[in-house]
Structures are given as structure tokens and as C-alpha cells.
T-cell receptor, first 114, second 114 residues
Framework: GNSVTQMEGPVTLSEEAFLTINCTYT??????LFWYVQYPGEGLQLLLK?????DKGSNKGFEATYRKETTSFHLEKGSVQVSDSAVYFC?????????????FGKGTHLIIQP | KAGVTQTPRYLIKTRGQQVTLSCSPI?????VSWYQQTPGQGLQFLFE???????NKGNFPGRFSGRQFSNSRSEMNVSTLELGDSALYLCASSVGHYSYNEQFFGPGTRLTVL
């Protein structure tokens, strides 16, 4: 079946540091890939997505590139802010419409210190 | 535009009881998906409804059920509650299938089973 693997953290960085959160996946066919963010006490928000190989999703300074050859979708940001502190989830939707919903990684807790 | 709303936000039940959770999607959204979030298992897909029909179902026992009404509002029911059902239950809505349409998540219902 489908699966997503990401570092769980917590990942602690200083403000303005470079961020990378690794995400690798296992899926048949050509899944769509997503990054969601969850702030304390809130539901998940879609951060960015990519629907085919070599696509780059970007939003709010975050970006991730769909790499089929390495089955990866790593999240990056050049300069993080305290307000980026949250839990980040990598997810995929199976090929062919995905009959089993979104498959999520365990989430990475990111802490940005001033 | 109002977001996805879930009621109640918090629930405390005892083992053996049943519970009903409610989700009101964003106006115009016809797809509603439900997820269970626990520290141990992370986010797991429960089921998806579209136009009052269950379209997809995750790997959960039959004690978990749901339905969708003609106005797209959805309810999920858990019967014969077990301690392990304690979790945050998230509802998400989208215009169409979650593979190709952004899912908007509600804040969740925190269920505690004693």
C-alpha cells in the first residue's frame, strides 16, 4: 500500500535559518503530493502541492519538488520565521483517483526560536 | 466565506457508549472526508462522502460509520466506544475529489473515551 515517511522531530531552528524537512513516499503509479501545516489548536491547511513528476509547488516562501526518481518531496524554506512554528505533514493521494484518501506522514514538529 | 465547522469541539464519553460528530463543509463543496488523528497512528483516513454516497472507506471497523445529507453536511458515528477511539477527528471538504482539489480542514472534534 501507500506510505509516507518524514522526520518527526522536533526540529529546532533559529530565525532566518534554512529549513529542509525530508519526505519520501511509496506508492504505485503517479500520486499527487502535498504538504499540509497544522498550527496549535487548528485544523490542517494545505501549504503546497504537486501533481506530476518535476512539478514544483510553492507558497509563502516554502517550496517542494516532486522527484519521481528518488520518490521524494522535500520541503524547503530559505529563511524561517518564528511564525512558521507548527507541525508539517507530507501526504500523498494515490494514483487513479486514490480510493484510500490522503496518506499522511507522522508529521514534523518545527520550532523556530527568535 | 465560512470555513469548515465541526461540532462539538470536545466530547467525553465512556466505554461502550456511542457518539455522533457533525461536520458542515464550505458552501458549494460536495466532498466530505473524515480522518482520525492520534499520537501513535498519526492521521488515518476514515471515509469520504460525495453527493450523499460513501465513495471511499479506510481500514476501520464497522463501528465507524457516516452519512452525508443533501446539503452536504456530514455526520460520523462511532458505536460501542473503546479507549483506543480517543482521538482528534478531522473533517475536510473539497469541491470535488481530494486528489485534484484542495481539501479544507475543520478544527476537529477532540473525543476522549474514559
Amino acid at each position: 500500500g501507500n506510505s509516507v515517511t518524514q522526520m518527526e522531530g522536533p526540529v529546532t531552528l533559529s530565525e532566518e535559518a534554512f529549513l529542509t524537512i525530508n519526505c519520501t513516499y511509496t506508492a504505485t503509479g503517479y500520486p499527487s503530493l502535498f504538504w499540509y501545516v497544522q498550527y496549535p489548536g487548528e485544523g490542517l491547511q494545505l501549504l503546497l502541492k504537486a501533481t506530476k513528476a518535476d512539478d514544483k509547488g510553492s507558497n509563502k516562501g516554502f517550496e517542494a519538488t516532486y522527484r519521481k526518481e528518488t520518490t521524494s518531496f522535500h520541503l524547503e524554506k530559505g529563511s524561517v520565521q518564528v511564525s512558521d512554528s507548527a507541525v508539517y505533514f507530507c501526504a500523498l493521494s494515490g494514483a487513479g483517483g486514490g480510493a484510500d484518501g490522503l496518506t499522511f506522514g507522522k508529521g514534523t514538529h518545527l520550532i523556530i526560536q527568535p | 466565506k465560512a470555513g469548515v465547522t465541526q461540532t462539538p469541539r470536545y466530547l467525553i464519553k465512556t466505554r461502550g457508549q456511542q457518539v455522533t460528530l457533525s461536520c458542515s463543509p464550505i458552501s458549494g463543496h460536495r466532498s466530505v472526508s473524515w480522518y482520525q488523528q492520534t499520537p501513535g497512528q498519526g492521521l488515518q483516513f476514515l471515509f469520504e462522502y460525495f453527493s450523499e454516497t460513501q465513495r471511499n472507506k479506510g481500514n476501520f471497523p464497522g463501528r465507524f460509520s457516516g452519512r452525508q445529507f443533501s446539503n452536504s453536511r456530514s455526520e460520523m458515528n462511532v458505536s460501542t466506544l473503546e479507549l483506543g477511539d480517543s482521538a482528534l477527528y478531522l473533517c475536510a471538504s473539497s469541491v470535488g475529489h481530494y486528489s485534484y482539489n484542495e481539501q479544507f480542514f475543520g478544527p476537529g472534534t477532540r473525543l476522549t473515551v474514559l
